[in-house]
């Protein structure tokens, strides 16, 4: 099984900086590699997908690069509705099956 | 518009079977391509994909649950059922069930608003 490894666990940064945050894969995912953000009572939505593709509705600040193992999601200029949880997650293709990394959480500082 | 709506008990005790319903509109799982995942959520913790059920009824499951878990639709009702056998407290958690589309990558782009089951006794 494919291990994703977030970091950091808690980004603190205040608005209108630039936020990075990083995932890596235990082996090559390619770039089956997507993004996803969590607010509290809420369910995760979509922002990037195949590693670099925004989602449908998603701003422009938001950006995803990586291929293989090592992926970055960047905020180019944080909003006050940035902060929450951002997980990553890759898709195998077969047999079909799907894994998270455990998060990285990023707070207003 | 998309949606999925997930339901079924608040509260199981521990052995009990768990059972789900993903009830969705906006899309069909007659549709090639199509599928419906359940993912669920331990209170503070990561997402765990649990299984999915495509359009042509090919259904996968994740390695570590795959013996406690049948899924199953209804495209009449437009209703997908996961059950989860042998239910213990580790198993607290929000349930989720998501849309996936392979015209759209197959990642998980419309999710329900997820539904708390505790397991106590």
């Known amino acids: 099984e494919i291990v994703l490894t977030q970091s950091p666990a808690t980004l603190s940064l205040s608005p209108g900086q630039r936020a990075t945050l990083s995932c890596r894969a235990s082996?090559?995912?390619?770039?089956?590699l997507a993004w996803y953000q969590q607010k509290p009572g809420q369910a995760p939505r979509l922002l990037i997908h195949?590693?670099?593709n925004r989602a449908t509705g998603i701003p422009a600040r938001f950006s995803g690069s990586g291929s293989g193992t090592d992926f970055t999601l960047t905020i180019s200029s944080l909003e006050p509705e940035d902060f929450a949880v951002y997980y990553c997650?890759?898709?195998?293709?077969?047999?079909?099956?799907?894994?998270f990394g455990q998060g990285t959480k990023l707070q207003i500082k | 518009q998309v949606t999925l709506k997930e339901s079924g008990p608040a509260l199981v005790k521990p052995t009990q079977t768990l059972t789900l319903t993903c009830t969705f509109s906006?899309?069909?799982?007659?549709?090639?391509?199509?599928?419906v995942n359940w993912i669920r959520q331990p209170p503070g913790k990561a997402l765990e994909w649990l299984a999915h059920?495509?359009?042509?009824?090919?259904?996968f499951f994740s390695t570590s649950l795959k013996t406690r878990l049948t899924i199953s639709k209804d495209t009449s009702k437009n209703q997908v059922v996961l059950s989860m056998t042998n239910m213990d407290p580790v198993d607290t958690a929000t349930y989720y069930c998501?849309?996936?589309?392979?015209?759209?990558?197959?990642?998980?782009?419309?999710w329900g608003q997820g539904t708390l089951v505790i397991v106590s006794s």
């Open positions: 998501a849309r996936s589309y392979s015209g759209s990558g197959g990642w998980f782009d419309s």
């Open positions: 906006g899309f069909s799982l007659t549709s090639a391509g199509m599928r």
């Open positions: 059920i495509n359009w042509n009824d090919e259904k």
């Open positions: 082996q090559s995912v390619s770039t089956y």
């Open positions: 195949d590693a670099s």
């Open positions: 997650q890759q898709r195998t293709i077969w047999p079909p099956g799907y894994s």
